[in-house]
Structure formats: C-alpha cells, structure tokens
C-alpha cells in the first residue's frame, strides 16, 4: 500500500521564485501535517489541516507561505517569493480520522535549495 | 518556535554497546513519542508513551514516560549498524490539538 507521497524530492530554485510542494496523504486519512526540518530549529510543524480544513496554521513563518488542501487526496505548500533562508527538507505527513497524533506517517520530504 | 530539549547531540559507538538519550521539557505532555529518521527519509514512529511512568519495549528499544510527564528516554541494548540514524523525541501538549513539539534529535552512528 503506498504511503505519504511528496513531489519533487528535490528542488532547487532561484530567490524570488515561486516554489510548490505537493503531497498526497495517505488514503482514507482525514489529517494532514506540513512539516519543515533545518539543521538549526530541527523538525517545526507549519500547518495541519483535519477533512481538507486549515485547524493550526501558527507554524507557517510569513505571508510568503500558504498551504491549501483542496480536497482530501491533494495538499500544496506554496512558498511565494522564496528566499535563501527557505532552505528546508519539507515533510508532509498524514493521519487517519480519530487516531491519536502519534499514527502520523510521514512522507520522504521534499529538499528545497533556494538559491 | 517550542523544542524539546533532547541530548546527546550525537553518539558513536561500537556495535554491541548500549545507548541512551532523553528529552526534556518546561510543559508537560500528555503523550511522548520516539522516531527514527534514516538519511532520506521521514521520520518512523518507534515507541509511544502515554501514561506517566510507563515503561514500553519495543524488541531492543526501550522507553520511559517520565513521572513529572515533563520528560522520557530512550535505551537501545546491544546496538547494530542499522541502528543508525537521527532519533527524535516528540510530546503531545494536552487537548484536542494533534500537534507533536519534537526534539533536536540525536545522530547516532554504530561501527561495526
């Protein structure tokens, strides 16, 4: 059975260009997690979305990013203009209705070089 | 945004050794959770905790939920080369929120 599937796993672009992360939960689950990981503030949830709806988007660091999940095999986070310090493995992860947090699966990343 | 505090930093040792590594934190959780990431990967769910003092094993993975719910280990017994990777604490504030706060992670590297 597939898992999380994320796209591009790697993408390098220039600053000031619009960069999209797609990702594709797991069928059947009702909740989605973007993720971002550095090297210096380890692994941050940007935003969870619970039946296609945003529920916490504290996480997302500015007006640059914007995630939207419209409909529930399909999720994008879209970061407009990028910028070096986007820099990022990108991770989104799925959950199924009603489980508990830790049944998150998580997909292999998306590494995002922002040049 | 919030961490956990999760130490060491990084471990080497030899195959066979033990390891051990702990979280730490102001809050406290209701539910903590240890995950593995292999290069390349996302992180695995190994072991999850969730009720203070609990102690659950998972083949060589051991794992503490601390008493005061404000911290938890991880042992690893007699450790192999797949054992390598990045290990990271995650805990579930209290709520309905399905948000997990992770840890800095802990590289460890096993020579054979």
């Known amino acids: 059975d597939a898992g999380v599937i994320q796209s591009p796993r790697h993408e390098v672009t220039e600053m000031g260009q619009e960069v999209t992360l797609r990702c594709k939960p797991i069928s059947g689950h009702n909740s989605l997690f973007w993720y971002r990981q550095t090297m210096m503030r380890g692994l941050e949830l940007l935003i969870y979305f619970n039946n296609n709806v945003p529920i916490d988007d504290s996480g997302m660091p500015e007006d640059r990013f914007s995630a939207k999940m419209p409909n529930a095999s399909f999720s994008t986070l879209k970061i407009q203009p990028s910028e070096p310090r986007d820099s990022a493995v990108y991770f989104c992860?799925?959950?199924?209705?009603?489980?508990?947090?830790?049944?998150?699966?998580f997909g292999p990343g998306t590494r995002l070089t922002v040049l | 945004g919030q961490q956990l505090n999760q130490s060491p930093q990084s471990m080497f040792i030899q195959e066979g050794e033990d390891v051990s590594m702990n979280c730490t934190s102001s809050?406290?959780?209701?539910?903590w959770l240890w995950y593995k990431q292999d290069p390349g990967e996302g992180p695995v769910l190994l072991i999850a905790?969730?009720?203070?003092?609990e102690l659950t094993s998972n083949g060589r993975l051991t794992a503490q939920f601390g008493i005061t719910r404000k911290d938890s280990f991880l042992n690893i017994s007699a450790s192999i080369p797949s054992d390598v990777g990045i290990y990271f604490c995650?805990?579930?504030?209290?709520?309905?929120?399905?948000?997990?706060?992770f840890g800095t992670g802990t590289l460890l590297a096993v020579q054979p």
């Open positions: 809050s406290i959780f209701n539910t």
């Open positions: 905790l969730y009720k203070a003092g």
């Open positions: 992860a799925s959950k199924p209705a009603g489980a508990s947090p830790d049944t998150q699966y």
């Open positions: 995650a805990g579930q504030l209290g709520g309905a929120t399905n948000k997990l706060i």
